[in-house]
């Protein structure tokens, strides 16, 4: 009697369970292996020949790939570091007791709700070469106006990157994603119990010392939480470069000008949907993938050892 | 004295960085009310000479926003519904029920948050193409009708119900499926509130997925339409900014209702777009 209610409720549980493991099981897990599948195969439109590991091969000695991974490592180090400065800067400010903290909160929250096609469009908009705003404030210090997103000279040195556009879609992302860093690190900060701060600062400790040495560390989980995600998130970036940078424009499918910023991301959904070598793409997409886990399993390492917990 | 300037300065910080994170919607506002002739105005004027608030009818009318914003509508809640629906049930099951192996489901459900989108996009075009979804509402929904996310959190909500409210329940005759659905889910309302928020707001700001997997004006969600606004508009930039304008408002006026629970969301889940 009792075992057949367990039964029961063991078989109910699956049930319960069912929707939610099919949907992520088909679309989330499922086409994690068949990447794979398809990466050993030529396959344009329709699927063709096995070709064993000879997309891979491939790959390797794409000058058009390699660049595009040295491109996403450059937007990483561009964006996360940088997002993460100002937003643990903003996050110390709004921690103040000052007026209308809420307000400014909200206000650098904004960007992180709204449509990335959308602000991407207004900033293609700003650093228009023509008639953009940036170049007009560029114009009133005496600077000669800069070409901006269509910009394939390099912002330090003309062959290096990264290209002025690629500095330019950098420069849009930290301000789309800093409110988020902010709100996170905000959060960080509430956390911290009261208790250890007054303790420090009976212990005369005060200023950029209390930073340094009690505030920074007990916010360590959440640094290393936003490390994480946002290097992740950049790693596999493509909305705001994709629009910013050309994607679907006469000048090309994705990532211009000269492929300037053709991150991976838009790598993979070049040789994808503007080129329907999708065997090839898979290939792409799954190294990507590897390079991803590999980049998130060496931040714990690196990391996590570092992190304070308060008990 | 020293205070006070200190304060000064912070108050200085913060506005300054305000003004540059609110710079953009406010050129987008102040173009898309210029004329063609002063939007092409070089330098630019910071504010219209001339408001034209005639530009809005001019765009909405160049483009099929309606059905734009009408599939990306059906979109969002539909991947709300669904998702509720999915979470709830399997949230419950993972907090609440015996279930053998819960512990095992739960931990591969976390883990399978390491693959990164980009890696089942080129798959998931191929199912839909198969599964004959390609060019149809339910590809727009129905892959994105479950999160981990979605579960983790609202296991959290279920774990921290009180389990006397459930053992008085079950004398009573209470099943899973009813407790769920008159105790369970009622009282987890706030959690429940966050989800269909992100879940609604990351909906209608999708573009990658519905841009490959739908190929006729009438299913085209929002983000999409902009897109092919861009190069239908080409020069009249002041269209193009009354057209960003429409597509982010529903968001921006959702946003503003809702903003205390949905940056404390953000802050809970983490969740990064």
Redesign the interface.
């Known amino acids: 009697m009792r075992r057949a209610g367990r039964r029961r409720e063991a078989v109910e549980g699956y049930l319960f369970l069912a929707p939610a493991l099919l949907i992520i099981g088909a679309f989330h897990v499922w086409p994690a292996i068949y990447v794979l599948y398809m990466s050993l195969f030529r396959w344009d439109i329709l699927q063709g020949a096995f070709l064993g590991l000879r997309n891979y091969e491939r790959l390797i000695e794409d000058p058009g790939f390699l660049r595009s991974l040295l491109l996403t490592a450059v937007y990483v180090v561009g964006t996360v570091p940088v997002e993460m400065a100002i937003g643990l800067a903003l996050a110390l400010l709004l921690h103040q007791r000052l007026r209308l903290r809420g307000l400014f909160r909200l206000l650098y929250f904004i960007p992180y709700v709204t449509s990335q096609v959308a602000v991407a469009l207004v900033w293609s908009w700003v650093f228009n070469p023509t008639y953009g705003v940036a170049n007009g404030l560029l114009g009133a210090v005496g600077v000669p106006a800069q070409r901006w997103l269509l910009e394939p000279n390099g912002l330090f040195s003309p062959d290096a990157p990264p290209s002025l556009a690629l500095a330019a879609i950098t420069l849009v992302s930290v301000w789309y994603y800093l409110g988020f860093h902010t709100v996170v690190f905000l959060s960080g900060l509430t956390a911290i119990p009261n208790e250890l701060l007054e303790a420090a600062r009976i212990d005369g400790a005060a200023g950029f010392r209390l930073f340094r040495h009690i505030t920074f560390p007990l916010l360590s989980p959440t640094t290393f939480f936003l490390l994480l995600v946002a290097t992740i998130g950049a790693m596999t970036s493509f909305n705001l470069i994709y629009v910013m940078g050309g994607g679907g424009q006469a000048f090309g499918c994705a990532g211009n000008p000269l492929g300037t910023t053709q991150v991976a991301a838009l790598f993979v959904f070049d040789r994808f949907w503007c080129q329907t070598q999708l065997g090839y793409a898979s290939a792409a997409a799954f190294v990507l993938g590897l390079i991803v886990l590999a980049v998130s399993a060496l931040n714990g390492r690196l990391f996590s050892r570092r992190v304070v917990y308060a008990a | 004295m020293r205070r006070r300037v200190g ?1 000064l300065v ?2 200085a ?3 300054g ?2 003004v ?3 710079f ?2 406010f ?2 506002l102040s ?1 898309s009310l210029k004329s063609q002739a002063e ?6 004027h910071i504010v219209p000479d001339v408001w034209l608030v005639s530009n809005y009818a001019l765009a909405w009318a160049a483009a099929p926003f309606g059905r734009y914003f009408l599939n990306s509508a059906i979109m969002a809640l539909g991947q709300v519904a669904l998702g509720l ?3 709830s ?2 949230a ?3 907090a609440r ?4 192996g ?1 512990n095992l ?1 739960f931990g591969a ?1 976390l883990a ?1 948050l ?14 839909m193409q198969r599964l004959g979804w390609y060019n149809t509402y339910i590809a727009l929904i ?7 996310f979605n ?1 983790f959190l609202l296991r959290q909500a279920f774990l921290q119900l009180p389990f006397e409210l459930y053992e008085a329940a079950v004398l009573e005759g209470c099943g ?2 009813r407790f769920l659905w008159r105790f369970a889910v009622p009282l987890s309302r706030p959690t429940l509130a966050i989800i269909a928020l992100l879940t609604a ?1 990351r909906a ?2 999708d ?2 997925w519905p841009l ?1 997997v739908t190929d006729s004006m009438s299913l085209r969600p ?2 999409v339409g ?2 092919i606004f ?2 239908d508009v080409s020069t009249n ?1 002041q269209l ?2 009354a057209g ?1 304008v429409l ?2 408002a529903p ?2 006026v959702l ?2 209702f809702t ?1 205390r629970q ?3 969301g ?3 889940s ?1 969740i ?2």
Not at chain 2, 97 to 100: I, K, L, Q, Y
Not at chain 2, 142 to 148: E, L, Q, R
């Open positions: 304060r912070l108050y910080a913060m506005l960085a305000g540059v994170m609110a953009p919607f050129w987008m173009t939007a092409t105005t070089f330098p630019p629906l999915t979470a049930l399997a419950y099951a993972l029920m015996r279930v053998p819960r489901i459900l399978t390491v693959i990164p989108p980009e890696v089942t996009l080129i798959p998931n075009y191929i199912s129905v892959p994105f009708g479950a999160s981990v579960v899973h499926l707001i209608w700001n573009f990658q490959i929002i983000q902009l897109t861009r190069s930039f193009l900014m960003s597509a982010v968001v921006l946003f503003l903003q949905f940056i404390q953000i802050a809970r983490g990064r777009g």
